[in-house]
């Protein structure tokens, strides 16, 4: 299976559904804080954010999205070419007693997250943690689960799964390669 | 990056992925949290042949805050006193399993011989060889620079700025890793110094400003930033080995008082790598004023080892 999995339309659609599975869920905005996971995790905080603002008008979709770093939380440090390490940007307030909605764009095997719960740990103490994530590919490694999921995806694991957004690749779409072929991005 | 030796052989990028890493490092220190675990399991050891408190706790702030553990190893009162050579010493911390070896020694180069012998396998991190380099520090500098005279500044360098670096230039390994950073930055140096502080074919290069009095440099340049070296206390008079005839005279032609300070642009800051001679290098008035950053070099100086650490010592370890 080679191809464009979800376009634009696509997309925009399912983040319109977590945007209001979040607010159901949470019973409204008070302690909503969403925190992306760099790269492309953090321009659909941005996009959920908004897209609540939309919904509730006393959401402050700037304030209360921000984006969370994990690479010095990472357990395959060691594995990789040195990692060159992104921005964290909290609400002002602080993330303590909040609600926060972890937002990614690939849920694969659950690293990420892990490395994330550890990064909030040592941020503060949040009344809860919950997960949105654009595609669920499976694989888990871990005892880890997403609250929202825009698409689950089965895959194998020899495939490639390529999420672009057009503020950092020019284009909304979800792409997924066979075994064997290497393309840009993560 | 396999070591930090000097600043001669550090590639721009790799420089301002050092600043730019040092940025979120320093933006971390901010935390109530401020420890992080990304060096947990690693081994640094502070190598240190000649007294060095400030950067000595530096690093180990940098390391500690990384979680990696450190072992402090330094001469007085070890085998570094009773002669053993550093090659045995290299063998030793091999032996201990040390990832990474900052090292402090009197000998210009003894952090290359460390890092190339081959008798230990971590990584190198030079604190300071002889009157030879003192990477770290030029590396704050520049943080320290580019943090307040660069509007936005990831991914940024220094183009176009313009700093004088003024006092002991021929023994200061200080100057001697900020001039190859600075002009491997994109900025302007202005070095200031009697004629006997200046190492031999300096006034030959084309590249760099040399004045012989603070005032010529002055009148001379619009500058973004000054740099005062401490004058050390065996380079002044006495034996044959004085360098400048007393320190009246020093202060007279090359220490930074409150006129001259208020001489140069309102945004030009003042930095130090201290210790300090007050009323030497350097008026009280000048050390104390809000354009003085010397505490902030402290603290960066944290950041930036922390980053430096990072980068050497987090990638795979085939990574050469």
Same mark, same amino acid.
């Given at each position: 299976?080679?191809?464009?999995?979800?376009?634009?339309?696509?997309?925009?659609?399912?983040?319109?559904?977590?945007?209001?599975?979040?607010?159901?869920?949470?019973?409204?905005?008070?302690?909503?804080?969403?925190?992306?996971?760099?790269?492309?995790?953090?321009?659909?905080?941005?996009? !959920?954010?908004?897209?609540?603002?939309?919904?509730?008008?006393?959401?402050?979709?700037?304030?209360?999205?921000?984006?969370?770093?994990?690479?010095?939380?990472?357990?395959?440090?060691?594995?990789?070419? +040195?990692?060159?390490?992104?921005?964290?940007?909290?609400?002002?307030?602080?993330?303590? /007693?909040?609600?926060?909605?972890?937002?990614?764009?690939?849920?694969?095997?659950?690293?990420?997250?892990?490395?994330?719960?550890?990064?909030?740990?040592?941020?503060?103490?949040?009344?809860?943690?919950?997960?949105?994530?654009?595609?669920?590919?499976?694989?888990?490694?871990?005892?880890?689960?997403? /609250?929202?999921?825009? %698409?689950?995806?089965?895959?194998?694991?020899?495939?490639?799964?390529?999420?672009?957004?057009?503020?950092?690749?020019?284009?909304?779409?979800?792409?997924?390669?066979?075994?064997?072929?290497?393309?840009?991005?993560? | 990056?396999?070591?930090?030796?000097?600043?001669?052989?550090?590639?721009?990028?790799?420089?301002?992925?050092?600043?730019?890493?040092?940025?979120?490092?320093?933006?971390?220190?901010?935390?109530?949290?401020?420890?992080?675990?990304?060096?947990?399991?690693?081994?640094?050891?502070?190598?240190?042949?000649?007294? *060095?408190?400030?950067?000595?706790?530096?690093?180990?702030?940098?390391? %500690?805050?990384? *979680?990696?553990?450190?072992?402090?190893? *330094?001469?007085?009162?070890?085998?570094?006193?009773?002669?053993?050579?550093?090659?045995?010493?290299?063998?030793?911390?091999?032996?201990?399993?040390?990832?990474?070896?900052?090292?402090?020694?009197?000998?210009?180069?003894?952090?290359?011989?460390?890092?190339?012998?081959?008798?230990?396998?971590?990584?190198?991190?030079?604190?300071?060889?002889?009157?030879?380099?003192?990477?770290?520090?030029?590396? !704050?500098?520049?943080?320290?620079?580019?943090?307040?005279?660069?509007?936005?500044? +990831?991914? %940024?360098?220094?183009?176009?700025?313009?700093?004088?670096?003024?006092?002991?230039?021929?023994?200061?390994?200080?100057?001697?890793?900020?001039?190859?950073?600075? %002009?491997?930055?994109?900025?302007?140096?202005?070095?200031?110094?009697?004629?006997?502080?200046?190492?031999?074919?300096?006034?030959?290069?084309?590249?760099?400003?040399?004045?012989?009095?603070?005032?010529?440099?002055?009148?001379?340049?619009?500058? /973004?930033?000054?740099?005062?070296?401490?004058?050390?206390?065996?380079?002044?008079?006495?034996?044959?080995?004085?360098?400048?005839? *007393?320190?009246?005279?020093? +202060?007279?032609?090359?220490?930074?008082?409150?006129?001259?300070?208020?001489?140069?642009?309102?945004?030009?800051?003042?930095?130090?790598?201290?210790?300090?001679?007050?009323?030497?290098?350097?008026?009280?008035?000048?050390?104390?004023?809000?354009?003085?950053?010397?505490?902030?070099?402290?603290?960066?100086?944290?950041?930036?080892?922390?980053?430096?650490?990072?980068?050497?010592?987090?990638?795979?370890?085939?990574?050469?």
């Amino acid at each position: 299976m080679t191809g464009t999995v979800l376009g634009a339309p696509d997309i925009a659609r399912a983040l319109t559904r977590i945007a209001h599975e979040i607010l159901e869920r949470n019973e409204g905005h008070d302690s909503l804080v969403l925190l992306g996971i760099p790269t492309r995790g953090v321009p659909l905080a941005h996009r !959920l954010a908004a897209r609540i603002a939309q919904v509730e008008p006393g959401f402050d979709p700037t304030d209360r999205a921000g984006a969370l770093d994990i690479t010095m939380y990472r357990d395959d440090l060691h594995r990789q070419p +040195t990692r060159a390490i992104g921005e964290t940007t909290l609400p002002a307030e602080g993330i303590d /007693d909040r609600t926060i909605v972890l937002v990614d764009d690939v849920f694969h095997t659950g690293r990420t997250i892990r490395a994330a719960l550890d990064a909030i740990k040592d941020l503060g103490r949040p009344r809860a943690v919950q997960l949105a994530v654009l595609v669920d590919r499976g694989h888990r490694e871990l005892p880890i689960r997403a /609250d929202f999921v825009g %698409k689950n995806l089965p895959t194998a694991k020899t495939e490639r799964v390529d999420v672009h957004l057009e503020e950092t690749d020019d284009a909304d779409e979800v792409l997924i390669s066979g075994a064997g072929s290497k393309g840009a991005g993560a | 990056m396999r070591h930090l030796l000097d600043t001669d052989t550090l590639s721009r990028e790799d420089a301002i992925l050092i600043l730019d890493t040092a940025a979120q490092m320093a933006a971390t220190q901010e935390r109530e949290m401020r420890k992080l675990p990304t060096l947990r399991g690693r081994t640094v050891v502070n190598l240190f042949f000649e007294d *060095s408190t400030r950067t000595r706790i530096s690093f180990e702030a940098a390391a %500690k805050r990384l *979680s990696a553990d450190v072992i402090n190893f *330094s001469a007085k009162g070890s085998s570094l006193s009773k002669g053993e050579s550093l090659k045995d010493t290299a063998l030793t911390l091999q032996a201990m399993g040390a990832d990474a070896v900052v090292v402090r020694h009197w000998a210009s180069g003894a952090a290359h011989r460390l890092a190339t012998s081959g008798w230990m396998h971590g990584h190198v991190l030079n604190a300071g060889d002889g009157t030879h380099q003192h990477p770290t520090q030029a590396l !704050l500098d520049a943080f320290t620079m580019r943090r307040h005279l660069v509007s936005e500044p +990831t991914g %940024k360098a220094l183009e176009g700025l313009t700093f004088a670096i003024v006092g002991d230039i021929l023994h200061s390994r200080v100057a001697g890793s900020n001039i190859p950073l600075l %002009k491997t930055l994109g900025a302007n140096v202005v070095v200031v110094a009697p004629p006997t502080l200046l190492p031999y074919g300096m006034t030959e290069r084309e590249d760099i400003a040399i004045h012989y009095t603070l005032d010529d440099a002055l009148d001379a340049h619009e500058l /973004d930033g000054i740099m005062m070296l401490r004058v050390q206390r065996e380079r002044m008079t006495g034996g044959g080995s004085g360098f400048f005839p *007393s320190p009246e005279e020093y +202060t007279r032609l090359f220490g930074l008082d409150g006129d001259r300070m208020r001489r140069m642009p309102d945004h030009a800051i003042v930095l130090h790598p201290g210790p300090m001679n007050r009323g030497l290098e350097i008026s009280a008035e000048a050390a104390d004023s809000p354009r003085s950053v010397i505490v902030e070099q402290v603290s960066n100086g944290v950041a930036v080892r922390m980053a430096s650490l990072y980068l050497l010592l987090a990638g795979e370890e085939a990574a050469e």
